[in-house]
C-alpha cells in the first residue's frame, strides 16, 4: 500500500505542475474569472487521478512480471521482497516516461498553446517517412534541428518547467519519509482489510474518472474558453483521439461523434441540395457526380495558359502591414538608415490587389499543405484525419490537371521540398501532369537554406520552365509551392529591410518581407521580358499562418482559414467584358479554382466531382451570393462553413457550434445541439462534413472506368 500510495501520488503530482506551470501563459492569452479557473483546476485534477491511476496500473503489472523474471531468487522470508523490489522498478520507469511525455508536451504547448495533437503526430510521421528520403532535406527534420539549436527559446521553458517538477518531488519525498509513509505503514498493519479496502475503492474510483463528478465538471468548462479547455485536458487522454486520427486514419475513417441523427444517406442528399444548386445527379454509384448546369460568364476564344503559385502559410491578415523598426534595435540596418523607419511588409502584394481580382473573403478548404493541394486541383473538400493525398492516392479523381491535358495543355508542377508529402508524385503522376519538380530536380548550384530550396531559387526555375514553355505551340499549366515562408523561416537576408526585421521575435514577418521582394523580381521580370503574354495568374495561401494568432480563440482558429486570392491577367488577354480589376466580397475557396480554370478555357466537363463553383461571372459583375465555403482543421478538429452572413464553426472536442463575423471579430459560442434542435446550416455543415468524408473513404467520387465516357 505505501508503494502505491508513494507513486499514485507522485505521478498526480507531476502532472499537476505541468498544469500549474502553463497556467501564467494560459493567463496572458485569457483572463480567467475565479469560477473559470476553479472549474478548469477541477477539471484537470480529475482527469490527472485518472491518469496516474492508470500509470499505477501499468507499473503494477509490469513490476509483477518484472518480479517472476528477474526476482525469484531473492524473496525476502515473508514473500513479497521479489515483487516490491520490481514493482519499484517498474513505476520508476513509467514515472521517467511520463515526465519526458510532459517535457514534449511542455514544449509543443508553448507553440500550440494545445496538448500533443494530431498536428504533432503528423509531424512525428512525416519525421520517420522522410528520415531516408534521398535528398537528406525534410521539414520535419529542419524544424527538428531548428527548435534544437534555438536552445534560448526552449531551454529556459524546459528547466524552470524541470526546476519546478523536482522542487514538487522533492518536497513529496520528504513528507512521504517523515510523515505520511510511516503514518501508512502503521495503519496498514493494525487495519489490513480496512487499508486493503480503501486502497481497492481509490483505484477503482480513478479509473472511472470519479463517475459523475468527472462529467459535470468537463462540459461547463467546454463552454467558457477553448484556452481553459485545453488547459483542463490531461495529456495522456488528451492524445488518444488525435493519435487514432493520425494513424489508424490512414487505413480507416470513423465518424466523429456528432449532435442530431443523421445518416450517410441523408447527408448525401442534404449536400447535393447544397452543391448542386438544381442540378442533377444521375450517378447513384457516385452520389455527389453531378451534370454541370451553370452558364460560363467569361470564356477566351483560344485557351490561355495557366500559373497557379501556392505561396507557404500566406495569411491575408499580413497584407497592407507596416511595422515599426528603430536603429538601436537592428543594427543590421545599412548604414546611413533613419534612427527609425516603418517598413511595410507586403508593398508589392499590394499594389498587386489594385490590379488584379483580389477576393477579400476566400479561404482555405483546409490548414495544411496537403489539403489545399487536394482541395484545389480537384475540387474536393480535405479529408479528416490523415490528408487523402497522403493515403488515398490510389484512388480515381476528377483534378484540373487530367481535364486540362485531355484539352491540349502541357502541364507541370515545381516544389521546392517534396519529400514531406508522401504520395504527392504518385498522386500528381495519377491525375494528370506531365512533370513534377522536385528538389532533386534543381541545378546544383541552387540555392538551399533551411527547408528546402529558397523562394529566390525556386521561381528561378520556374522562369527558365515559363521561358521554355512559351516557345511551345501548345498552352501550358504550371503549379508552383513555396517553402521559406515555414517553420523554422530561415531565409537569406541580403536584403537590408529583411535583416532590419530579422530583429523581431516574429520570424514569420521577416520571411513574408522576403518572399515579397523576391515574388516581385520574378513577377517584373516576366512582364518586362513578355512571358506572361496570354496567361492567367493564380496567387493563394495554402492556408493561414500554422503558429495560433489572434487575441480570442475564434481568431485563433479561424484565423488558419484566411488567406488571400489574386486573380492576375496579362494585357493580352484584358478587355472590359472579360476582365475588371477589383476587390470582391463574395465568398470562395481552394475548391472553386478548379471549375474556374477550366471555364475559362472552355472545358468545363459535362459532368463533374467538382464541390466548388465557376467564378467567372465575379470577373465583370456582382454575383454569387449563394457561394459558401467548407472549412476543415485537424489542428482544433472542427469544421466550418462560410457565407455572406458569416462564420459557423463546430468544434468536435468540445460538442459546440460558434458563430462569428466574417472578420472574426463578434461570434457566440452556442450549446451542444440535439437530436430535435439541429438549424438547416448546422445541419448542412454535419451532411457535408459525413457525405464527402465517407465517400472518399468508400471510393465513389469518381471513375474514369465508368465515368470516363460521360466527360
Not at 521546392?416 to 528538389?439: C, K, Q, T, V
Not at 520556374?462 to 517553402?483: D, V
Request: with cysteine.
Amino acid at each position: 500500500m505505501c508503494t502505491l500510495v508513494f507513486w499514485g501520488v507522485l505521478f498526480l503530482l507531476i502532472q499537476q505542475t505541468e498544469r500549474l506551470f502553463l497556467l501564467p501563459e494560459t493567463a496572458a492569452l485569457e483572463r480567467p474569472t475565479t469560477g473559470l479557473l476553479t472549474r478548469t483546476l477541477g477539471t484537470g485534477l480529475v482527469s490527472d487521478i485518472v491518469s496516474a491511476t492508470g500509470a499505477v496500473a501499468v507499473g503494477a503489472v509490469l513490476g509483477g512480471l518484472l518480479s517472476v523474471s528477474f526476482f525469484r531468487s531473492r524473496k525476502t522470508a515473508n514473500g513479497h521482497g521479489g515483487y516490491r523490489a520490481g514493482l519499484n522498478i517498474a513505476l520508476a520507469v513509467v514515472g521517467c516516461l511520463l515526465l519526458v511525455i510532459l517535457i514534449v508536451d511542455v514544449g509543443y504547448y508553448g507553440f500550440s498553446q494545445q496538448h500533443v495533437n494530431f498536428v504533432f503526430f503528423e509531424y512525428l510521421d512525416d519525421l520517420l517517412h522522410t528520415s531516408g528520403n534521398e535528398t537528406g532535406a525534410s521539414q520535419a527534420a529542419e524544424q527538428t534541428v531548428a527548435e534544437l539549436e534555438d536552445s534560448g527559446k526552449w531551454g529556459v521553458r524546459i528547466g524552470t518547467f524541470l526546476l519546478l517538477e523536482g522542487f514538487a518531488i522533492a518536497g513529496w519525498w520528504a513528507a512521504f519519509t517523515q510523515k505520511v509513509g510511516p503514518m501508512l505503514a502503521q495503519w496498514e498493519t493494525r487495519r489490513p482489510v480496512v487499508a486493503s479496502v480503501a486502497l481497492v475503492t481509490a483505484v477503482v474510483s480513478g479509473a472511472a474518472g470519479l463517475g459523475p463528478f468527472n462529467q459535470s465538471w468537463s462540459p461547463r468548462t467546454a463552454t467558457d474558453s477553448e484556452a481553459y479547455f485545453n488547459l483542463a485536458q490531461n495529456p495522456l487522454l488528451f492524445a488518444r483521439e488525435p493519435l487514432r486520427d493520425a494513424f489508424l486514419s490512414q487505413w480507416s475513417w470513423v465518424p466523429r461523434r456528432m449532435p442530431g441523427a443523421i445518416t450517410v444517406e441523408e447527408a448525401v442528399q442534404v449536400a447535393q441540395e447544397a452543391l448542386g444548386q438544381g442540378a442533377r445527379f444521375p450517378f447513384p454509384q457516385y452520389p455527389l457526380v453531378k451534370e454541370s448546369n451553370e452558364r460560363v460568364t467569361v470564356r477566351f476564344d483560344e485557351p490561355v495558359n495557366v500559373v497557379l503559385i501556392f505561396v507557404e502559410g500566406l495569411d491575408r491578415r499580413y497584407l497592407d502591414r507596416t511595422i515599426d523598426v528603430s536603429a538601436d534595435s537592428t543594427p543590421s540596418l545599412a548604414p546611413g538608415t533613419p534612427s527609425s523607419q516603418s517598413i511595410r511588409l507586403t508593398p508589392f502584394l499590394d499594389r498587386l490587389k489594385d490590379e488584379s481580382l483580389y477576393f477579400e473573403n476566400f479561404f482555405s478548404n483546409g490548414v495544411a499543405t496537403t489539403r489545399a493541394l487536394f482541395a484545389t486541383f480537384c475540387s474536393y473538400y480535405p479529408r479528416q484525419g490523415t490528408a487523402a493525398l497522403k493515403t488515398r492516392y490510389e484512388q480515381d479523381y476528377l483534378c484540373v490537371p487530367s481535364l486540362l491535358r485531355k484539352g491540349g495543355f502541357r502541364t507541370e508542377m515545381v516544389i521546392g521540398l517534396d519529400s514531406d508529402i508522401p504520395g504527392i508524385r504518385p498522386f500528381m503522376a495519377r491525375n494528370g501532369l506531365d512533370r513534377f519538380y522536385g528538389e532533386r530536380d534543381f541545378p546544383e548550384g541552387a540555392e538551399r537554406l533551411g527547408v528546402g530550396l529558397t523562394d529566390g531559387a525556386l521561381f528561378g526555375f520556374m522562369r527558365t520552365r515559363i521561358e521554355t514553355l512559351q516557345t511551345r505551340a501548345e498552352p501550358f499549366f504550371l503549379a508552383a509551392l513555396t517553402s521559406s515562408m515555414h517553420h523554422p523561416f530561415t531565409i537569406p537576408l541580403r536584403h537590408p529591410e529583411v535583416r532590419a526585421l530579422q530583429q523581431q521575435r516574429d520570424r514569420y514577418i521577416p520571411a513574408l518581407r522576403y518572399f515579397d521582394l523576391e515574388f516581385e523580381r520574378f513577377f517584373t521580370g516576366l512582364q518586362r521580358d513578355g512571358l506572361l503574354r496570354n496567361t492567367i495568374v493564380f496567387v493563394l495561401g495554402d492556408h493561414g499562418r500554422h503558429e495560433p494568432v489572434g487575441t480570442t480563440d475564434v481568431e485563433r482558429q479561424g484565423g488558419r482559414f484566411l488567406v488571400p486570392l489574386f486573380i492576375w491577367l496579362d494585357e493580352s488577354l484584358r478587355t472590359p467584358d472579360r476582365y475588371r480589376p477589383r476587390h470582391i466580397e463574395r465568398i470562395a475557396s481552394q475548391v472553386d479554382l478548379a471549375p474556374t480554370i477550366l471555364a475559362l478555357n472552355g472545358l468545363m466537363p459535362r459532368v463533374s466531382a467538382f464541390m466548388g463553383r465557376d467564378l467567372t461571372c465575379l470577373f465583370v459583375r456582382d454575383c454569387l451570393r449563394d457561394n459558401f465555403a467548407y472549412l476543415s482543421s485537424v489542428y482544433d478538429d472542427l469544421i466550418g462553413l462560410a457565407d455572406q452572413d458569416g462564420l459557423w464553426l463546430y468544434s468536435f472536442r468540445r460538442g459546440l457550434f460558434q458563430q462569428v463575423d466574417l472578420h472574426l471579430k463578434r461570434g457566440t459560442w452556442h450549446p451542444a445541439i440535439t437530436a430535435t434542435d439541429v438549424p438547416p446550416r448546422s445541419r448542412r455543415l454535419l451532411a457535408l462534413y459525413l457525405a464527402a468524408n465517407m465517400l472518399l473513404e468508400r471510393n465513389q467520387i469518381w471513375s474514369w472506368k465508368d465515368l470516363g465516357g460521360e466527360l
